[in-house]
Structures are given as structure tokens and as C-alpha cells.
């Protein structure tokens, strides 16, 4: 790809200090392409710590106290599939570990360790790493990965660009990122409904296979045409056209028209084209859209097989429709996940748009009415005391109607909404809180089970590990590992210093099967063993 060459990362395991040096300085890990991102003295930790390094590369003994070297590998090839596994091992464990190491590990290399031969093993193991790399990284591959996959980008842009869930401002970054012309100059959604009344209520396949062959001959009579893009969208086929001019839609029309005429004659089907309005930008196609459904429903008055233009039957209706429900889904969109710049910004396009577009006073008491519909079923929804938002024994409606222009109703709707968004922030920050503050009580009341990991605990939360391991950290500034390995270190502490058992009943009683291993995990947290540290203790007491 470059001339830089890939730094991958080491974790070596082994419970001799000697061994790290040796292995350390057998080799130019730099000029090859690693560095040592640590060590661990058995594999207990190693796992503690390939948690936090996500190293690419494991080197490890196969004879190690507290846990071998070959459940090290299994483990860690559960959490890590892509990471690679090195062991090294004494002669006499050789053919001990011959047929576990051909499932876990990529290599395996016996003591005393030969540095051409572990060269080698490096060597062959970043040929791998680089490999793998290269793939992610394969720009050809994406590309054509890109290419393959715009068919379906571009029906998904076309069918969120009718739903008015993209925003005005990002049609045009899109349609070039999909390679998609939006020259226009004018816009129109049509909308081809199968009849279904003919066909079984469990034949379902049978009605999406019909409406295969009505969008096939849709494409063949369509082609080269308008511009023409057509495709499946709720069981129904749907047209989105780009035409030269206002005239061209009696034209596009009159096609439509013939094409459910020949639907009945070549596919069986029973097809009503409604055609919606025609617009001079991309972002009313829904409102295109809306109308072109609207003008199927005619079909119980002016028949079916046909096409129903809803401006020549309709031709107020464009007055009434729904421009803005893309506004009111963005505001609260906003509320939900945004800041308070981008919910001011949400508002003020509202506004705007209002401002631009001649409305009769019933149609604006109707879009008032029906945001604050939508605000105060949000509340709801979201569990909110609304009379501490809206104001107690206040009539919203009596607010409104104070209000005397489309900025005061933006200055209003945005101090309301602000409230309610804080209140959502609030809410996702306490249930947060609730969930990590769960979680530590469950350790607190259980971190004498030898068994408490990530897996119990995500399962008595019901989450995934990764949601899980990502709150936890961001809300306690530790791994849950360390977080249970340190509360077990302060209960070691305060049971050591107040009452006179064993270490290994200590052990057993902070969670801990092997007594070694939590000595040794002790003097790593305290700097001496349980023992030496309650002599201590003892001496500057009697001091």
C-alpha cells in the first residue's frame, strides 16, 4: 500500500523474568515491524491484559502457574479470532502439546529459543498480519465491493428521499456519492398498486411475484425514459421520474396509463397508477409521494386499470398535504440525539419554511396543533411530567394563539423543546447510571464467586459484552476485570487485617480458587504477599 511499514503489537507471557530478556534482545523487533506491548507473568494476566492492549501478536510459555499456556490460546482465540498465537516450550512438553497446537496456535517453537527461528516465525507470521491488512485496506476491492453494492445504496437513498428522512441540505452530497442525477428540473413519484383482491389470502408469494413482473414491464416500457427509476417499495412498485418540463407530466401520465392497460394484458395484474404532484426540487418528493397515494385511494371512484393524475382530480389537495412532517420527524430527532445548536437549527428550518410558503390560517392552527400533538406524545412516551415543560394548569393551546409570527412560534417551540431535551439527556444519563450502579452491587454481593465474569454479569444485565465492557469503562474509568480484581484486593485487605485465617481461606473467600494465583495477584497490588504485609501491619502497630 505504502512505504511506511505496519508496527504490530506483542504480548509475551512467561512467569520468568529471564526469558523476556533473552527474548527481547534475540531480535530488531523495530526493523521487523513490532514493538513489545508487555508482559505477563502467567496467563490469567495475559487475558487481564489483552483486554486493554489489544495486541495483534500473543508469544507465550506453554507451562505457566494459575493457567497453562494452551487454555491461554483457547481463550484468547474465543475473544480474538483474528489474533496470532505463539508457543514455546520445552522438549519434553513437545508431544504433550503436538495436537492441541495444529487447532490454536499459528506456530510453535521449543526452548531454548533459536533467534533465526524465531525470526522466521515473525517473519511469517507479518506476511500474515500484512495480509490481513491489505485486505481491510484493498481500495480496488472496496471499490468494486462500492460499485456492487450502489444498486442497493441507490434504491435505499430513493426510498429514505420519499420517506423525508434525508434532510434538505445533504440530498445533494448524497445523490453524488450514489452517482445518481437529480438534474431534473421538475420531480414526480408515481405509484403502481397491485390489486391483490384476486389472489389468496396466504399466497403471498404469489402477489410479490406479481409485483415483479409489473415493475419488469415497468422498467421495459420506462427505459431511457425521464430518467426514469423504478423499484419495489411496500408491496407496491414505485416510479420516481425526472421530466423537461410542466407538460411532460400529461405525457408521463398518458403512460402510466398504457403501461396498466398492458399490465392487465401481458401479467394478469390489476394495476392503478396514481401520480402525484409535480415538483421543482427533490426534497417535496414526498410530499410527490403522498399525493400519488392519495390518488390510488380514488381508485373506488374512478376505477382501476388506469392512472390517476391526483392535481387533475385534486387539485387543492397540494394545499393540504404534508410538507411538513419531514420538519416535525427532524425536530424531534433532534431532541432525542442532537445538541442545542442542531435542534435550534431544526426549528429555524421549520420556521422558514412557513415563512416561505403561503399557508390559509387553518392550515397553520393545523401545523400547530399537530407539532404540539407530536411534543406531547413524545413526553408521554418518554415518561415526562409535561406540566413541568408546558407549565402547570397551562392551556398550550392558549399560549399559541398569543404567539403573533412564525419566529415567536419558533422562539417558543424551541424553548419547549429544549426542556424536553434536557430531560431525554438527563434520562439517558440516569438509566446509565442505574445500569454501571447495578453492576457494581452485583459485584459487591458477588465477588466471592469463583465463576463472576463479564458473561454472568452482561447475562443477569441483559446486554451484550461489548455494550456492556464500553458504559462500564466510560462511567468507572476501569475495565470490569480490574474493577472486580481490585474490590477483591480491598476485601482481601480488610479480611487479612481483621481476622486470623489462612491465605487460602482468604482466597477462596474473595473469589479466588488458587491460592498461589491470588498471592501472587496481592503482591502485584500491594508490593508484598498477604503474609509479609499482615507482619507488617503488626509491627507498626506494636510500634
Known sequence: MGSIMEQYSVLLVDDEEDVFQVIMKKLDWESMGFHIAGYARNGVEALEMAEELQADVVMTDIKMPYMD????????????????????????????????????????????????????????????????????????????????????????????????????????????????????????????????????????????????????????ELHGRWNSKIMMYLRDVMVIAQLPGESAVKEFT????????????????????????????????????????????????????????????????????????PFIKKILKKIKLGGKEELQDAIQELVAHMTNNTMSLQKYWLLIMEIITEMLRFGANNQMNLESIMGENSD??????????????????????????????????????????????YVHEHYSDQNLSIETICSYLNVSAAYFSTIFKKETGKTFINYLTDYRMEEALELLMTQNEKTYIIAEKVGYSDPNYFSYAFKKQFGMSPSKYKANAGRLEQN
Open 69 to 220: 499456556g494452551l487454555t491461554l490460546c483457547k481463550k484468547l482465540k474465543e475473544l480474538y479470532p483474528k489474533l496470532k498465537v505463539i508457543i514455546f516450550s520445552g522438549f519434553d512438553e513437545f508431544e504433550y502439546a503436538k495436537e492441541a497446537i495444529k487447532i490454536e496456535a499459528e506456530e510453535y517453537i521449543l526452548k531454548p529459543i533459536d533467534s533465526n527461528e524465531l525470526r522466521e516465525v515473525f517473519e511469517r507470521i507479518k506476511v500474515n498480519l500484512d495480509r490481513e491488512m491489505d485486505e481491510k485496506r484493498n481500495v480496488d476491492k472496496l471499490r468494486d465491493y462500492y460499485t456492487k453494492s450502489l444498486p442497493i445504496l441507490q434504491e435505499s437513498f430513493y426510498t429514505s428521499l420519499i420517506d423525508g428522512r434525508i434532510s434538505e441540505d445533504m440530498i445533494e452530497s448524497y445523490a453524488k456519492k450514489y452517482q445518481i442525477e437529480l438534474t431534473g428540473p421538475y420531480f414526480v413519484a408515481a405509484v403502481l398498486h397491485i390489486s391483490t383482491s384476486g389472489i389468496a389470502q396466504d399466497a403471498d408469494m404469489d402477489a410479490v411475484l406479481l409485483a415483479v413482473s409489473v415493475k419488469q414491464l415497468a422498467e421495459e
Open 254 to 325: 398518458d403512460t402510466m396509463d398504457k403501461l396498466c392497460k398492458m399490465a392487465k394484458r401481458v401479467c394478469n395484474a390489476c394495476v392503478t397508477a396514481g401520480i402525484g404532484y409535480l415538483c421543482d426540487s427533490p426534497s417535496q418528493l414526498p410530499l410527490s409521494y403522498q399525493g400519488a397515494k392519495s390518488a390510488i385511494s380514488y381508485r373506488v371512484i374512478y376505477g382501476h386499470t388506469r392512472a390517476i393524475n391526483i392535481a387533475e382530480i385534486n387539485p387543492h389537495e397540494n394545499a393540504d398535504a404534508s410538507w411538513e412532517e
Open 396 to 441: 398550550v393551546y392558549a399560549q399559541i394563539t398569543k404567539l403573533d409570527s412564525p419566529q415567536a412560534l419558533g422562539q417558543w417551540l424551541f424553548e419547549k423543546c429544549r426542556e424536553i431535551q434536557k430531560h431525554v439527556l438527563h434520562e439517558r444519563q440516569d438509566t446509565t447510571k442505574a445500569f454501571v450502579e447495578k453492576a457494581v452491587e
